[in-house]
């Protein structure tokens, strides 16, 4: 998995609790990125990263937000859950150099809101 | 929105037959990649095509790109139950915002290797 953590693997929450997500990389990657991935819809972008501070929204960044503090950690962050965010969380790193169009993934996080 | 379609959404061959998934797209595109995804796992990269190519091997894979037709398929010959997996197109699209070479994902085709 190219180096790449993701905390918790698995969580169970209740509708408007706040969690957040951690995406871990050893490899000093500028660019992250967050991905859900529901049947049906493939993996769908939520927000990235191209740098320590700098974030922006993907396609689908309603009811989530992202830090990226330092750089190897992006954490996502649900405010208030909510059913719908039910869903399998991916991290992704970008390639460098010759390899700077691919992603490498992390393993994923499971998450359920009751 | 989805840029690439995948098909079959489905795909089930016995091992040693050979397995052709389709993916079709809607705008330009800088590169199409493909994906495979095991159960419960991150997606795998496994090969890339830039738009000014137009077939590409790697190993037991071989990608086809029709950019006039928006359109590309993989095959994966002589197939194995190890290749059992969901496989995803992915594309790179021009102009995507800054530098951050967004890549957007086809629902996938789940194939099946029976043994």
């Known amino acids: 998995d190219a180096g790449i953590t993701q905390s918790p693997r698995h969580k169970v929450t209740e509708t408007g609790t706040p969690v957040t997500l951690r995406c871990h990389q050893t490899e000093n990657h500028r660019y992250m990125y967050w991905y859900r991935q529901d049947p049906g819809h493939g993996l769908r972008l939520i927000h990235y990263?191209?740098?320590?501070?700098?974030?922006d929204k993907g396609e689908v960044s309603d009811g989530y937000s992202v830090s990226r503090s330092k750089t190897e950690d992006f954490l996502l962050t649900l405010e208030s859950a909510t059913s719908s965010q039910t869903s399998v969380y991916f991290c992704?790193?970008?390639?460098?150099?010759?390899?700077?169009?691919?992603?490498?993934f992390g393993p994923g996080t499971r998450l359920t809101v009751l | 929105s989805q840029q690439g379609e995948e098909d079959p959404q489905a795909l089930s061959i016995q091992e040693g037959e050979n397995a052709t998934m389709n993916c079709s797209y809607k705008t330009s595109i800088n590169n199409l990649q493909w994906y495979r995804q095991n159960s419960g796992r991150g997606l795998v990269h496994l090969i890339l095509?830039?738009?000014?190519?137009r077939e590409k091997h790697s190993g037991r894979l071989r990608v086809t790109l029709d950019t006039s037709k928006k359109s590309s398929s993989l095959l994966i010959t002589a197939s194995r139950a190890a290749d059992t997996a969901s496989y995803f197109c992915?594309?790179?699209?021009?102009?995507?915002?800054?530098?951050?070479?967004?890549?957007?994902f086809g629902s996938g085709t789940q194939l099946t290797v029976l043994p």
């Open positions: 990263s191209y740098g320590v501070k700098d974030t």
């Open positions: 095509i830039r738009s000014n190519e």
């Open positions: 992704a790193i970008r390639g460098q150099g010759m390899e700077g169009d691919t992603q490498y």
């Open positions: 992915a594309t790179g699209t021009p102009g995507t915002s800054g530098s951050a070479r967004q890549l957007t």
